[in-house]
Nanobody, 125 residues
């Protein structure tokens, strides 16, 4: 019922910027929480950021706070992750996900109902 597709990943040098996009389709986009997760090769998936349906609430993992900015455009059914000052440790597959739960568990992947396929971000030094 809800589909998500990420784009915008690529290979960049440390210190560069990338903007990831998440295109969505389906009902109830405006009221859903949109989250970004990432998974490095051989490592577990980790939560990166989330934004509430109205954009009133945003949250970031400590590792990206001050460097990444999450946003959404409900008119266009899209969400975004602006990533600045990228570091080698940011290298991972980045996933967009949608949650129908309350804001409280937004840091947990179990709160999200739908997931995109992911887009690769590689940061070299």
């Amino acid at each position: 019922q809800v589909q998500l597709a990420e784009s915008g990943g690529g290979l960049v040098q440390a210190g560069a910027s990338l903007r990831l996009s998440c295109a969505t389709s389906g009902r109830s986009f405006d009221s859903s929480i949109l989250g970004w997760f990432r998974q490095a090769a051989g490592k577990e998936r980790e939560w990166v950021s989330a934004i509430s349906g109205s954009s009133r609430l945003t949250s970031y993992a400590d590792s990206v706070k001050g460097r990444f900015t999450i946003s959404r455009d409900n008119t266009k059914n899209a969400a975004f992750l602006q990533m600045n000052n990228l570091r080698a440790e940011d290298t991972a597959v980045y996933f967009c996900a949608s949650s129908d739960r309350s804001w409280i568990p937004h840091r947990s992947d179990t709160a999200y109902n739908y997931w995109g396929q992911g887009t690769q971000v590689t940061v070299s030094s």
